[in-house]
């Protein structure tokens, strides 16, 4: 085994480019993944932008009705898999260990194996551009549109195996975070006394390891048809598309718990800290959430109640649609019980938690009136639709994700992002959003259908249009603040200190930004909000807490070392993606790639699995060669 | 969570804390399995929706051989037995033991996956391909994938069984025999049920030109 272990030595101590990519610290990949889902949102807005100005006017002829199709596919798929969730996993991998007092996450390659999946199938999905043949089905494919001939070119393959490669991401994430959090922390910390934002993770990676299987073995039955001539979605053999719409969203509504919950997590850490009071009632909000995970599998036929499955069915999915309202409903009368009677703080990242709440009660309210399937019926496909999702994932994911950009920004660079651009960055946001969104409401009560390429002056829907396309450029300019403000801040910014905020979660409780250990030794918590216990006692004592906790030379702690093996297996994991992209004219082996690739992630396996732990380890004992198969 | 009970972690490497006394592999590998269920889950059901609804032949009355697969399945059930062998024989440091259970557990596992590929073929040369009918596709793609991961399970015992072979297989390591069981475990009773669905319950069904549409599909149960 000597020699196979002197070739997989372990980069030691690599620095620059090479040290991002060998990675396995939660931090980095932590902002790895945050840098990398903002340009994909960035990427997505700029795709909704050219969707605003084609329905500017009516009659309009600014893009092609193709380009157009591609336009609002990659803008959906774009923002909930590459922007809003890769966000959300951005937060879990920087701030659940610190949070539960842990040195990292429980598997940190699988951690870096996540980033670098996510990166190369988002890439991937994004490479169709170059050949001018970018998913162009909508964001849930609906079969038969996606089944030859309808859909000749190769826009749905890339789509198809693009979520697949980006499903892996999410189930490593998901698996890591699991473990993590049941598995990894501190003494003290019992699961009554972690903050919202973990449980909220615990919740939301519970949901994507149990419905992202479903989506799997569509998107799979989906490849299959295209590419081997199968008949799951496909009338002509027998097949239903009706079987794509139950397993879409079976995965499909837990995946709006999944893109949610986080940012419920971020806001209802936010809003005690600048309440200066604890979250009222604590266990109410968390089993709420654990409701909502649950009820989540619940209702998604909510979203086919025009395709006909009788009365029964719409009677009973009305229902549990319904009821799903009422834990969400309890959870913003918690926030409200939260900042009644307290000594709010109305910085950036309050205001943007204040903001959350108003505009997910009114995503909420008009997801209600679509729960009952008469009404939908009504909105089934209009803006209507467009208005809400927008209400609850603007609104809502993105508000509670830039809340926590507020919030963590100083814990990440050790700088404060500036309050004068952020308010102005907020108040842009969230006025222009009320002016995209707002009126999409009447424009679908009106029949304006979604995805419509343009549409005659005669419906009367000009102005409407032209206001919403208006408010577009309002958050084009709010998002420029936001990215000047994150430049300036980073550059000479207000250094922050440790505790910026006095927060009471156990990451405030190191310096800004962590050492690369995170806790120099692994703290006791005392119980829920542990840092206010612990200031409040100092404080009583007469020696209040001014500094993070002491540094220790680094060498003394024991942590993961960076591995070459991650995007080694991750990269294999692309290539088998590709590999069923190329068709070779051959009988038995049309896909003759995916062998090759399965020979890269074999090795990248055995190469993980045989690494040794450590460099000096490795030389101090001869061999270590059973260190963590899977 | 039955296994929550279990002794601490002995070997060296796993020492680390953990909240609630499970290895975190031990942990990660139930969390998978979980996960694992739902992908099976949903094959499965796609294959009893889409029961019967065959437009053209062969049907499964017409090729489905549950003898032969009967076979195929003793002896897979049989290697289950045989990991059990292989970990008890790594807690008590029976090195020979070690590597003739994990040999057996491999060698029976490809004896399973030798009766696929001859009934794939058999079904091939019958005129059953993915493209043919709808229990074509869901057949195939069920059994498919669940050969995959027979496939896989076996690559993984052969590694461990390369590693018994220069002894350091061992009880300071028993997790890693343990994990590589669990799976293996998981794949058989997946393989139960399959067994039972495909053959024994749906092994009889013809297409709906023979009028046999034996049971309404579920699609229609809830309208």
New interface residues.
């Given amino acids: 085994m000597a020699t196979i272990t002197d070739v997989l030595e372990r980069p030691a101590n690599p620095t620059g480019l090479w040290s991002w990519i060998t990675t396995v610290d939660h931090k980095r990949i932590g902002i790895l993944y945050g840098v990398t889902a903002f340009s994909f949102f960035l990427i997505a807005g700029i795709e909704a932008g050219i969707i605003r100005m084609q329905l500017a006017v009516p009659e309009n002829g600014l893009v092609s009705p193709d380009v157009y199709n591609q336009m609002f596919t990659m803008h959906a798929t774009a923002m909930i898999f590459m922007a809003i969730m890769p966000l959300s996993a951005a937060f879990f991998n920087f701030v659940i260990p610190l949070a539960i007092g842990a040195r990292d996450v429980a598997f940190p390659r699988l951690n870096a194996f996540s980033y670098w999946s996510f990166l190369f199938g988002a890439l991937l999905i994004h490479s169709s551009f170059l050949f001018g043949q970018a998913p162009d089905a909508g964001w849930f494919s609906y079969a038969p549109l996606t089944e030859e001939p309808y859909s000749i070119g190769k826009g749905i393959d890339f789509w198809a195996l693009g979520l697949q490669v980006l499903g892996v991401a999410s189930l490593a994430a998901a698996f890591n975070f699991v473990v993590t959090i049941i598995n990894l922390r501190a003494p003290g910390m019992t699961l009554m006394r972690m903050p919202l934002f973990v449980w909220m993770t615990l919740v939301t990676s519970i949901l994507l390891v149990l419905a992202f299987p479903v989506i799997t073995v569509g998107l799979i039955e989906l490849t299959m048809d295209r590419s081997f001539g199968t008949h799951f979605f496909n009338t002509v053999g027998g097949g239903d598309p009706l079987m794509w719409q139950h397993l879409f969203w079976i995965f499909g509504h837990p995946e709006v718990y999944i893109l949610i919950l986080p940012a419920m997590g971020i806001v209802s850490e936010v809003l005690p800290a600048f309440s200066r009071k604890p979250l009222f009632g604590y266990p109410v909000v968390v089993f709420s959430g654990i409701v909502i995970g649950i009820m989540g599998w619940a209702v998604w036929s909510h979203h086919m109640f025009t395709v006909g499955l009788g009365p029964v069915a719409n009677s009973v999915f009305t229902i549990t649609t319904m009821l799903i309202a009422v834990p969400t409903g309890v959870k913003i009368f918690n926030w409200i019980g939260t900042m009644w009677g307290g000594s709010i703080k109305l910085n950036t990242a309050m205001l943007y938690a204040i903001g959350f709440v108003a505009l997910f009660i009114v995503g909420g309210l008009s997801g209600v009136s679509h729960a009952v399937s008469p009404s939908d019926a009504q909105q089934q496909d209009t803006y209507y639709i467009v208005a809400h999702i927008h209400y609850v994932l603007f609104g809502g994911a993105i508000f509670g994700l830039f809340t926590g950009i507020y919030y963590w920004f100083p814990k990440v660079t050790g700088k404060l992002l500036d309050e004068t651009l952020g308010k102005i960055n907020f108040w842009l946001l969230f006025i222009g959003m009320n002016i995209t969104f707002f009126p999409m409401h009447y424009l679908g009560m009106n029949g304006m259908p979604r995805r419509i390429y343009t549409y005659s002056t005669e419906y009367g829907w000009d102005f409407l249009n032209l206001l919403a396309t208006a408010g577009y450029f309002v958050l084009f300019v709010g998002m420029l603040v936001f990215i000047v403000n994150v430049i300036l801040s980073v550059k000479n910014g207000k250094e922050s200190g440790h505790d910026p905020w006095d927060a009471p979660g156990l990451e405030w409780t190191i310096s800004s930004p962590p050492p690369s250990y995170n806790f120099a030794k692994v703290p006791q918590v005392l119980g829920q909000d542990h840092y206010w216990i612990v200031k409040r006692q100092a404080e009583a004592a007469g020696t209040p807490i001014m500094g993070p906790e002491p540094f220790v030379d680094p060498a003394t702690i024991h942590m993961p070392n960076p591995s070459y093996w991650p995007i080694v297996t991750a990269f294999g994991l692309l290539l088998l993606a590709v590999g069923f992209l190329i068709e070779f004219p051959w009988q038995y082996l049309k896909f003759p790639i995916p062998i090759i690739a399965g020979l890269v992630i074999f090795t990248g396996v055995m190469g993980w699995s045989f690494e040794p732990a450590a460099p000096e380890e490795h030389h101090a004992e001869g061999d270590h060669s059973e260190e963590g198969h899977h | 969570m039955a296994h929550v009970g279990g002794q601490l972690p002995t070997?060296e490497?796993d020492h680390t804390?953990?909240?609630?006394g499970?290895n975190?592999?031990k942990?990660?590998?139930w969390?998978?399995l979980?996960?694992?269920?739902?992908?099976f889950?949903?094959?499965i059901a796609?294959y009893m929706?889409?029961r019967g609804?065959?437009?053209v032949g062969p049907y499964p009355i017409d090729i489905i051989d549950i003898p032969v697969t009967t076979i195929s399945t003793f002896v897979l059930l049989c290697s289950s037995f045989a990991m059990v062998q292989a970990l008890a024989a790594t807690n008590k440091n029976d090195q020979k033991g070690i590597q003739i259970w994990l040999f057996a557990t491999a060698f029976m596992g490809a004896i399973f996956i030798g009766f696929q590929i001859y009934e794939f073929n058999a079904f091939r040369l019958e005129g059953l391909f993915?493209?043919t009918?709808?229990f074509?596709?869901?057949f195939f793609?069920l059994t498919g994938?669940h050969g995959a991961h027979v496939t896989l399970g076996i690559?993984?015992i052969m590694?461990?069984f390369f590693?018994a072979r220069?002894g350091?297989?061992g009880p300071?390591?028993a997790l890693?025999v343990e994990?590589?069981g669990l799976y293996w475990h998981f794949v058989d009773i997946v393989w139960i049920v399959i067994f039972t669905l495909l053959y024994l319950v749906g092994g009889f069904d013809a297409g709906p030109v023979a009028g046999v549409l034996t049971e309404p599909s579920l699609?229609s149960l809830?309208?």
């Fill in positions: 070997s490497v804390y953990t909240t609630t499970i975190h592999r942990l990660l590998m969390v998978f979980g996960s694992d269920c739902l992908f889950g949903s094959l796609t929706v889409y609804q065959s437009l993915v493209w009918n709808l074509g596709s869901t793609t994938f690559v993984w590694v461990l590693v220069k350091k297989v300071h390591n890693d994990l590589c699609l809830l309208a």
